[in-house]
């Protein structure tokens, strides 16, 4: 349960004076639904207010505080000219500029004869001094209040600057006095503030420095989130390794005869990663192993050798996948393989309704079943397993810790591969899956053709859209893309169903058209369509990047490839160059490129090696392009920037170690504190770990 002191934080942002049914959505939008999310909503700049000259001395383009009399109200004499207050001191006139004003409330704001204080941006318009619409007007004794460092907030449309200002001073108004959880030694010798004065500095930022990302504050709140990260990665696996594994071996049978019925011989790399994993089922520890390999790299197969063992063992094996076309993929080319060796498979996902669903739980839990393939249908509560021992989930991070360990629940002791096509840079590494055991498949099964890149500008979508007719002609599948716009899956779908009907004036019905708003089925009998090349041209928004396998496809294009990640354009790509033909992977962007923009897609001319560009990506993404991070996945930091503090992330896992070797429940004082970060940070279903022992 969430400790008490936190309730403030996580209540609804409607608990803030000001914010009812109307704003709340707009702020939900802008930084989430609760008061926490308004605390890491961090200011982008500040305004600095302290400048106070006269008017005389005022300069243009400057954001200055002004104290004046105010002289004047001139109405405007046309809805298209302004209402202008003319205001003075002692050095000159001062013209308050307003569009579309309310007289009444100029006049109440700013009474003929009285003293003002005023402050915004200085302008010099025709030899006249003015500030159009002034940030603030407040009367002199309020004159402290204005003379002070403002910070900026990002904003949305609805939503103007100071009201966002002032709600977030409110959830800082909520934020509690938390004990402290950092080693004392280590805190004090960061020379770092408490909690909640580093959040109250990241909101009253002194100087248009303090709203950096290396200020002591800033520094301490990012510990804090990559220690609660790294602590709660370390309990969940020691929570695993702690509980009695079983240790598995298999006869080598059931193997052997899938070996004999594969066209080929393993990799090197998947060899290599077999015996890994091997030694580990063999151990009476609980495997927990990161298989990471590119597309195409053969995970496949490595997963489907390793249930095996559990089979050979008298036990059963799941695989899970995040979508239903990767469950019925992995289904296709499983069971085939697993059919040689006389291993029962069978496949489950949410489709599955009534008798049979019934029928297969059934004979999953007398046994009937080998191996069970599926979505997370696989560990719903009345999915019962005779015994399983094997879980591998093909997750590309989809699933949560929590749902690891759901589906682990459901048998006694179970050996867990994680598999990730997305090749992840080694600190990122640490931060998605802490000291997870990892094995790369670092090698390509022979035969692959390299993929000719190029990147071109969308003005000259024609000449692509010939080269892909040509293409066409010579037999060849085409994947192609639509752009990303926004993170609204309506206005993606747009882009593509444009496309398509673009694509289906010239190529007609050989043109198909799949999207994340299909229904299961109708998108499944499209892609079966381009699988049996009954379509040439599949116009996709991004649902193809989960894994779908067509050997025939040899161009891929993606529109707006600037603005993808390039841990997502190497996904892409990957679903080309899988056959015997050479392919092509083809670029637009919409120029102007900036430089880091022109710098990432030089990447993906120059390599195909996921695991450079992942580092890359990470390089690249300091500049503050962080659009990879949602979409590939990855845990997203609320105040931690990896590409700034990555320097914190190894001494956060040393001390998370060093915490649970010392106090493994989180008994001691520190450790009730830790458990308070922990929830803070929502990683509460570490927390759980504790208490199921
Ligand atoms: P991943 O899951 O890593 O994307 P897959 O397991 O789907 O890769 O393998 C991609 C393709 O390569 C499949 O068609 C598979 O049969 C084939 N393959 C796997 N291992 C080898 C190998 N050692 N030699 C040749 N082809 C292989
Ligand atoms: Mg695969």
């Known amino acids: 349960m969430r400790p008490h002191c936190l309730f403030p934080l996580f209540a609804p942002i409607t608990s803030l004076p000001g914010i009812g049914p109307r704003l709340a959505p707009l702020y939900e939008r802008l930084a989430g639904g609760r008061v926490v999310d308004l605390l890491w909503h961090l200011p982008s700049g500040v305004v600095d ?18 104290t004046v009399r105010v002289d004047a109200h001139l109405p405007s004499d046309s809805p ?50 003015q500030i159009t619409h002034p940030d603030h007007v407040v009367p002199l004794a309020e004159r402290d ?47 770092w503030p408490g909690w909640k004065e580093a959040v109250a500095a990241l909101h009253h930022p002194d100087a248009a420095e303090a709203v950096g990302a290396d200020t002591p504050a800033r520094r301490r709140l990012a510990f804090d989130e990559l220690l609660a990260n790294q602590l709660a990665l370390a309990m969940v696996r020691t929570h695993m390794r702690r509980r009695e594994g079983r240790a598995l071996t298999g006869t080598g049978a059931l193997r052997d005869a899938v070996l004999a019925a594969l066209p080929f011989a393993l990799t090197g790399a998947q060899t290599r990663a077999l015996a890994e994993i091997d030694s580990d089922l063999a151990a009476p520890i609980r495997m927990l192993r990161l298989l990471q390999g590119d597309v195409g790299s053969g995970k496949t197969v490595v997963a489907l050798l390793a249930m095996l063992t559990a089979i050979e063992a008298g036990a059963q094996a799941a695989l899970m996948a995040p979508t239903e076309i990767l469950a019925r993929q992995h289904h296709a080319t499983i069971a085939p393989l697993a059919a040689a060796a006389g291993v029962r498979t069978a ?71 994680v598999m ?55 037999g060849a599948r085409v994947y192609w893309v639509c752009p990303l716009v926004e993170e609204s899956e309506t206005t993606d779908l747009a882009a593509a169903e444009d496309r398509h009907r673009h694509l289906a004036e010239i190529f007609g019905d050989r043109a198909g058209l799949v999207h994340g708003r299909m229904k299961g089925a109708a998108r499944d ?46 996904q ?12 092509t992977c083809l670029l637009l962007y919409d120029p102007p490129l900036s430089e880091t923009a022109k710098a990432r897609l030089e990447v993906m001319r120059a390599t195909e090696d996921g695991f450079i560009i992942a580092e890359e990506d990470l390089r690249l993404r300091g500049g503050g392009e962080i659009l990879g991070t949602r979409q590939s996945g990855m845990p997203e930091f609320a105040v931690a920037d990896l590409a700034i503090h990555g320097d914190l992330l190894a001494a956060a896992r040393d001390d ?33 770990t504790l208490r199921s022992g």
């Open 525 to 570: 009998t499209v892609m079966a369509a381009f699988a049996q090349g009954a379509i040439d041209i599949l116009v996709a928004t991004t649902v193809i990047e989960v894994g779908v396998d067509v050997p025939e496809a040899t161009v891929m294009v993606v529109e707006h490839a600037e603005r993808f990640g390039l841990a997502q354009l190497h």
């Open 49 to 66: 207010r302290r400048f106070s000259p006269s008017v005389a001395d005022a300069p243009s383009g400057k954001v200055a505080t002004l």
């Open 347 to 417: 496949l489950l996902t949410g489709r599955d309704k009534g008798k049979g669903r019934e029928a297969i739980l059934e004979k999953l839990a007398g046994g009937g079943i080998d191996i069970l393939i599926g979505t997370h249908a696989l560990f719903q509560e009345d999915v019962a397993y005779r015994d399983l021992a094997v879980a591998v989930i093909d997750e590309q991070h989809r699933f949560g810790v929590h749902q690891r360990l759901e589906l682990a629940s459901k048998g006694r002791a179970v050996d867990m591969l």
């Open 572 to 583: 892409l790509r990957g679903r080309v160059g899988r056959g015997e033909r050479p392919s």
């Open 145 to 191: 209040s204005v003379l002070t460092v403002e910070a900026v907030y990002p904003l949305t449309a609805g939503l103007a600057a100071k009201p966002v200002g002032k709600t977030v001073r409110a959830a800082l108004d909520k934020a509690p006095d938390l004990p402290e959880w950092q080693d004392s030694a280590w805190h004090a010798r960061q020379h």
């Open 420 to 474: 990730t096509a997305t090749p992840i840079p080694r600190t990122l590494l640490l931060t998605a899956y802490g000291d997870m055991d990892s094995s790369r498949l670092d090698e390509k099964p022979p035969g692959r053709r390299p993929i000719a890149t190029r990147a071109l500008p969308v003005g000259r979508l024609d000449e692509v859209v010939a080269a892909v007719a040509r293409a066409v002609q010579g």
């Open 656 to 688: 998370a170690r060093l915490v649970l070797e010392r106090d493994p429940h989180l008994a001691s004082a520190r450790g009730e504190a830790l458990r308070v970060l922990l929830y803070l940070f929502e990683r509460d279903a570490a927390v759980k």
């Open 80 to 129: 298209k000219r302004p209402y202008r207050v003319r205001c003075a001191d002692d050095t000159g006139f001062l013209h308050l500029v307003y569009f579309h004003a309310r007289e009444e409330w100029l006049r109440r704001a700013l009474p003929v004869g009285e003293v003002r204080v005023v402050s915004g941006l200085v302008e010099r318009f025709g030899g006249e001094i």
